[in-house]
């Protein structure tokens, strides 16, 4: 069963940095595009930054474009989302996701497996 953990959520206060990372146990997460996403209360859930499988390809949304870097850590088998200088507007809960096509994009609508999210509070 393909399953896909997040973690390394919290709180943080504003132009802080949080490091998330998304597992899988039983399969190689290097074969699959990954996606990060988030979903603020009241809100539609927005495509944060993704990584193609194969040459690595990234994308950004706009809004985190210059503070948040994704990337793969082969060894541990997991996806890191570092984000720095945090606002109050990152505020979220992040997912992950899994996509078997190889080229990742920050449309949801995409995504095969989705791991259970991870809390992030950006607060003063």
């Known amino acids: 069963q393909v399953q896909l953990v997040e973690s390394g959520g919290g709180l943080v206060q504003p132009g802080g940095s949080l490091r998330l990372s998304c597992a899988a146990s039983?399969?190689?997460?290097?074969?699959?595009?990954i996606g990060w996403f988030r979903q603020a209360p009241g809100k539609e859930r927005e495509g944060v930054s993704c990584i193609s499988s194969g040459d690595d390809t990234v994308h950004y949304a706009d809004s985190v474009k210059g503070r948040f870097t994704i990337s793969r850590d082969n060894a541990k088998n997991t996806v890191v989302l570092q984000m720095n200088r945090l606002k109050p507007e990152d505020t979220a809960v992040y997912y992950c996701a899994a996509d078997t096509f190889p080229l990742c994009s920050t449309s949801g609508a995409k995504y095969d497996y989705w791991g259970q999210g991870t809390k992030v509070t950006v607060s003063s």
């Open positions: 039983g399969w190689t997460l290097d074969y699959y595009a």
